[in-house]
């Protein structure tokens, strides 16, 4: 079955739910809306015609910071040998969409992780909660808006280098080159809590106690 | 209770054939080496520690732009247009001081992608690959030739270049604009 | 006496499509609803909770399985993630197309190779380089099926030794480390190769190194036979592993599985066939599946037999594609690397392509610029891992490892 059949197919049935429709793409898509999506899937699994038995990926999408999330859903068929891709976009304050957990067993761990790393949520899904991230991780880190914490349980989160700041070189003939050998070392790390090593600390107690 | 015996005889015999191939196992020679003392003999192209040839390099910031992690380390000071600091071996000119060139070997992913753009060819991998350092310090390698009030007094002469460039700008400017109220003026009285 | 511990649950059919699954039995469930049902329970008798990992060696990486047991048998299996996670997808959208490869390389660490070329061919096909010089398209297969032997190798010699095989173990990592060398000598690296480039690879293949893998393959295929002798062959370890974690085909495509633990469960789909890539569809090979000659399709020794098979297979395609490559040692394999990647924007493309584990996907979006806006890996490993649970429970504890070593998980690829 080619992507028109099936949009056709699709089409019969879900007129209404049926946004958009590229079949010249590189991976044809069809665009659905996300309020009816569980039955849209069931009905893709179960038609003997259509056979989606298998969901090949299922990927969450941020198609930048001012504009929609995204979902989606690339599926296969053993039986058929064709491909479809599904599309849902939802709104980046509000975003939820049916869970397909019930459809394809896969889309369990795969629907946690894109709430996990965008914040859909998927509805309907009976154990939605973060997969690869900590469970008090803050914030959704693959949204191209996100900001990465500060502190996680006191420990500073953003790499920072602070080896560049050190002035002290010695030529070290050992190793055949100049390399570094300290004196001075970690600003306020020894020396006391001072200039930028103390509000540091205050912020990750305020983190731990809050 | 055939079954049973069955598994029986099954069971040693199978063990008997693997434990044949095992005994002939034990009459080949050794493959292993005795790390410290003996070595394997590593390829050519083996991937160790970086390693910059400064006196061939130009400064041209390849190596830190296509460096996915960003652990190579580069400042560079222009050249006085009298200075001549001769050319690199391939004959690329060399036309800034290379005050700091410095890798952290502990953030290096060993990816050999910044050897590859390397257009002199100055920056490559050793076959040197126990990089086991006791502070964390030591695994930062410093390859600039400029000791450190060197490169501070090149750094400060750049400094002051700017500088005098930026005033000589302003007062510049100031001139122009001094001339153009003057012309102004001029033009009114008249 | 202990047959009904083998039973499996399976999922109720309405008809030949429809699939329902309990709500209780399902692996859904909450951290906190376990340890209440352990306050309640525990003082009825018998359940405890148990944690594997994730510093447990037959875990085989840091996987935490968080197990409620009754006595021996386990009742449930939660697998917890993330203690490997770096967030792959958010270097990838930071980083240049080019220089993602180097953490492709990250995800299996134990076939990096394959992981390289299924973003290469993903960049490939989103920027419509269809074309490539005859030499590299064999170079890729040389070196992806070698890094496959290599994997399995370390796949079948670890199952060993999780059902207390020692000797097997060291055979299969002294051939494996015979197959670094050959890597090592082409890339300069052993493990993380970052050889397969966009359009082309890093280096030619240096002097000899084709002899060399002519010699390599004459000396490794007489160590398969012993290897199979010592381990495959064996009786004891038939019987151990040939009624233990079975996997019906039917769980295993809705679970997403692929690789050999799908083709275990007599399904047979193999990506190399099915869809070929590359130069996969010059070759000649079998795509071995699970024949449960010993015990219950889709069960543990299935899915290590059909590792064992493929690795005889790779040796075939090996020396096709050694023949394959004569002709082209002239061609320069940097030749069709292109200057700048810049694929149109919104192109959006999945890619996916046959890795030792499984079906590793690049979903790829980009958005105009030098920087993909979007790499999603779908990785093998992740959707194999989601079994475990409905594979062992019901099993005792010690069949949980091997069931574990049977699925050939790599947690740099589960947690990306």
Known sequence: MNPEEIHQKLQAKFADEIIAVNTDALDPYIQVAPARFLEIATFLCEDPALSFKSLMSLSGMDYGAETELGV????????????????????????????????????????????????????????????????DWEGWPLRKDYIVQEYYHGMRVPYQEDWQKYETFSRNPERGHHVFEFESKVPGLLNGSQENGDDSAGKSEDRTDG | MGNYFNNIFRAISTIAVGMAETWKAMFRPPITLQYPNERWQLPVNARGILFNNVDDCIGCFKCARICPVQCIYIDTVKALPDEDLGKASMGNPIRQHLVRFDIDMFKCCYC??????CPTECLYMTEEYENGVFSRENGIYHFSKYSPPEAMALRRREQEETMTKALAKEAALAAKKKAAAQKGKETAEA | ?????????????????????????????????????????????????????????????????????????????????????RNFEKHAENTSYNEVIPFCDRLDYLASMNQDLAYALAVERLIGLNELPEKVEYARVLCCELNRIASHLVAVGTFGLDVGAFTPFLWAFRDREKILDLLEWLSGARMLYNYIWVGGLARDLPGGWLAKVREFLDYFEPKMVEFNKVLTSNHIFIERTAHVGILDPDVAVSYGCTGPVLRGSGVKFDLRKDEPYSYYDKFEFDVPVGDGQFGPLGSVLDRFVVRIQEITESVKIIRQALDGIEPFTDQDVKQAIPRRIRPAADAEMYVRSETPRGELGFLIRSDGSDVPSRVKARSPCFSNINVVDDLSRGGLLADLVIIIGSLDIVLGCIDR
């Open chain 1, 72 to 135: 989606v859903y690339s599926l296969h068929s053993l039986a058929k040998k064709h491909k479809i891709t599904i599309r849902i976009n939802v709104d980046r304050t509000d975003a939820h969409i049916p869970s397909a957990e019930t459809v394809w067993r896969t889309a369990d761990w795969h629907e946690r992780e894109a709430y996990d790393l965008f914040g859909i949520h998927f509805d309907g899904h009976r154990d939605l909660r973060r997969i690869l991230c900590p469970e």
């Open chain 2, 112 to 117: 050999d992608f910044c050897t590859t753009v």
């Open chain 3, 1 to 85: 006496m202990f047959g009904n511990l083998f039973k499996k649950r399976r999922y109720i059919f309405e008809d030949e499509s429809t699939m329902v699954f309990d709500m209780d039995q399902t692996a859904g469930r909450y951290y906190d609803e376990a340890m209440k049902k352990l306050e309640i329970e525990a003082y009825e008798g018998d359940e405890m909770i148990v944690n594997m990992g994730p510093q447990h060696p037959s875990t085989h990486g840091v996987l935490r399985l968080e197990l409620v047991l009754d006595g021996e048998l386990v009742k449930k299996v939660t697998p917890y993630l993330g203690y490997l996670h």
